[in-house]
Structure formats: structure tokens, C-alpha cells
T-cell receptor, first 108, second 112 residues
């Protein structure tokens, strides 16, 4: 099945810093989502981005489907951005496969 | 509109018992998927239902089962609970198979 890798596994930032999270996948996909898991366990949808670039406030994402990767940018990070960020891909009508996640800690 | 609702939020069960978890999808969403999240294995796909039919199934033993009702609400059942079944169980709904997911808050199951 399709493999999903995320890097870095852990990231510690000072409040106000910028960061880039990466997601690599091993096969072509028709869907890709980025999620943020909050401390209570809920997965919050950030972007549904099978290709192209999207922005939502301080967050933006880019997926280059032909090169099998996606990037999530967080600018001017805040302590509330802390948590685990997951990339999930759908391999043409099958289930979404999740990466291992990037654990982000933003220090005040 | 209301989000995905999972009940109960927390559950403690004893080994050997069975448990039923419930998921109510977003109104109009017909696909419901279930995932198990553990620290060691990450997020693993359990199964997906669409219009009361199981469309996909992950690599879990037969003790894990589910169903979907005509109003798209879904239940999953785990029989003969084992300690290793302790996990966060997440449900996601989508308009159709392969479209974007919206997750519920999850049910945290502890087996003692």
C-alpha cells in the first residue's frame, strides 16, 4: 500500500517563528489533507489540498502531486499551534492513509 | 451545521467484555470511516461505510465490526476486549468515499 512519511518528527519553536512541515508519499494520490490534533485528541482539518497552494491566515499549504510531496507552512507561530500535525492521503477511492505526524511545540 | 458526534467520550471496560461506540456524521454525509489511534501504531484504518454497506476494511481481527444505519449513523463494536484495544477511536464523515474527512472528537477506550 501507499506509504506516507512526515518530517521532522519533532519540532520546537519559539513563539513568533516560522516553520515548514513536509509530507512525502510513495504513490500518486487523488486526495490529501492536513490535520492538527489538539491536546484533547480531536483532529482538526486544516487543508484539503490534492494539488496546488492554499492559504488560511497564518497557515498555508502546497502540494506538488507530480513530485509526491506536500508542505505545510506555519508563520508567526503561537503557543496554540502546538500539537501534532498529520498528513493523510487517499489512494484513489480507498481509505485515507495517515503519516506518523510531526509533533510541534511552540514555547512562549 | 453540527459536526461529527461521537459517544461516549470516555469508556473503561474490563478484558473480555464487549463495547459499542457510536458516530453521528454531519448531516448529508453518507460515508463514515473509523480509525484507531495508539501511541505505538499511530492512526490505523478500521473500516468505512457508505449507504449502509461496508466499502473498505482495514487489517483488524474479526472482533472489530461495524454497521451503518439508514440515517448514516454508524456504530462499531469490539468483542472480547483485550488490553491492546485501549486506544482513541476516531470517526470521520465525508460526502462520499474519497472526499475530504471531518473527524469527531473521538472515544477514548481504556481496557483494564
Amino acid at each position: 500500500g501507499i506509504q506516507v512519511e512526515q518530517s521532522p518528527p519533532d519540532l520546537i519553536l519559539q513563539e513568533g517563528a516560522n516553520s515548514t512541515l513536509r509530507c512525502n508519499f510513495s504513490d500518486s494520490v487523488n486526495n490529501l489533507q492536513w490535520f492538527h490534533q489538539n491536546p484533547w485528541g480531536q483532529l482538526i482539518n486544516l487543508f484539503y489540498i490534492p494539488s496546488g497552494t492554499k492559504q488560511n491566515g497564518r497557515l498555508s499549504a502546497t502540494t506538488v502531486a507530480t513530485e509526491r510531496y506536500s508542505l505545510l507552512y506555519i508563520s508567526s507561530s503561537q503557543t496554540t499551534d502546538s500539537g501534532v500535525y498529520f498528513c493523510a492521503v487517499d489512494n484513489y477511492g480507498q481509505n485515507f492513509v495517515f503519516g506518523p505526524g510531526t509533533r510541534l511545540s511552540v514555547l512562549p | 451545521k453540527a459536526g461529527v458526534t461521537q459517544t461516549p467520550r470516555y469508556l473503561i471496560k474490563t478484558r473480555g467484555q464487549q463495547v459499542t461506540l457510536s458516530c453521528s456524521p454531519i448531516s448529508g454525509h453518507r460515508s463514515v470511516s473509523w480509525y484507531q489511534q495508539t501511541p505505538g501504531q499511530g492512526l490505523q484504518f478500521l473500516f468505512e461505510y457508505f449507504s449502509e454497506t461496508q466499502r473498505n476494511k482495514g487489517n483488524f481481527p474479526g472482533r472489530f465490526s461495524g454497521r451503518q444505519f439508514s440515517n448514516s449513523r454508524s456504530e462499531m463494536n469490539v468483542s472480547t476486549l483485550e488490553l491492546g484495544d485501549s486506544a482513541l477511536y476516531l470517526c470521520a464523515s465525508s460526502l462520499m468515499t474519497g472526499s475530504g474527512y471531518t473527524f469527531g472528537s473521538g472515544t477514548r477506550l481504556t481496557v483494564v
